[in-house]
């Protein structure tokens, strides 16, 4: 079974960093790109960047590029993506999802809630 | 601001059809045929519904279609039904190995 597990809700303050896990299952975890997105509250998605686990190759959203990066470790099949400086309009849902059978995301992972809050 | 522009809202009765639109511009709707649909209701998993602009995953009611003009793609669902109602977002390749979305259109099933 495909899974996309993620870490859970993380609250922090203003100027710190979050780090968040994805550990996928029921595929082979290096043969596809794995992406991170987030969701605002009464927003649209944004997709933030993503990352060949194969070889390690990553690319960003430009709006996001100085403060995102995204890593993996190949032997636990996990991603991770950490965020810096963060800002109130951090607070999100941040996913990660895969395109796994098709060109666009397909599985996705159940989310993890980055509140940003003094 | 999001990318793409969709319209916020929508709304048909049971077993009408409506048109969900997508206007980006040369460089990502326009640009390529990786547009695609997602529903995604609060509290859920975003939900692939259409990919590559017209193709409908396994499992996705053939209720649901998507075309695309120049730099405007659209999601039709037809025989709309309660179940339908939701949150509908596109979302296009944008080139540069990069994606953008649309704000999301809120579609009611009067």
């Known amino acids: 079974q495909v899974q996309l597990v993620q870490s859970g809700a993380e609250v922090k303050k203003p100027g710190a960093s979050v780090k968040i896990s994805c550990e996928a299952s029921g595929y082979s975890f290096g043969s596809f790109a794995l992406h991170w997105l987030r969701q605002a509250p009464g927003q649209g998605p944004e997709w933030m960047g993503w990352?060949?686990?194969?070889?390690?190759?990553?690319k960003y959203s430009q709006r996001l590029q100085d403060r995102v990066t995204i890593t993996r470790d190949t032997a636990s099949s996990t991603a991770y993506m950490e965020l810096r400086s963060l800002r109130s309009e951090d607070t999100a849902i941040y996913y990660c999802?895969?395109?796994?059978?098709?060109?666009?995301?397909?599985?996705w992972g159940l989310g993890t809630v980055v509140t940003v809050s003094s | 601001q999001s990318a793409l522009t969709q319209s916020a809202s929508v709304s048909g009765s049971p077993g009408q059809s409506i048109t969900i639109s997508c206007t980006g511009t040369s460089g990502d709707v326009g640009g390529y045929d990786f547009v695609s649909w997602y529903r995604h209701d609060p509290g859920e998993v975003p939900k692939l519904m259409i990919y590559?602009?017209?193709k409908r995953p396994s499992g996705v009611s053939s209720r649901f279609s998507g075309s695309k003009s120049g730099n405007t793609a659209s999601l039709t669902v037809s025989g709309l039904q309660a179940e339908d109602e939701g949150d509908y977002y596109c979302?296009?390749?944008?080139?540069?190995?990069?994606?953008?979305f649309g704000g999301g259109t809120r579609l009611t099933v009067l």
């Open positions: 590559e602009g017209i």
């Open positions: 990352i060949n686990p194969g070889n390690g190759r990553t």
């Open positions: 999802a895969t395109q796994l059978q098709t060109s666009a995301f397909d599985v």
């Open positions: 979302c296009a390749y944008a080139g540069s190995s990069s994606w953008v």
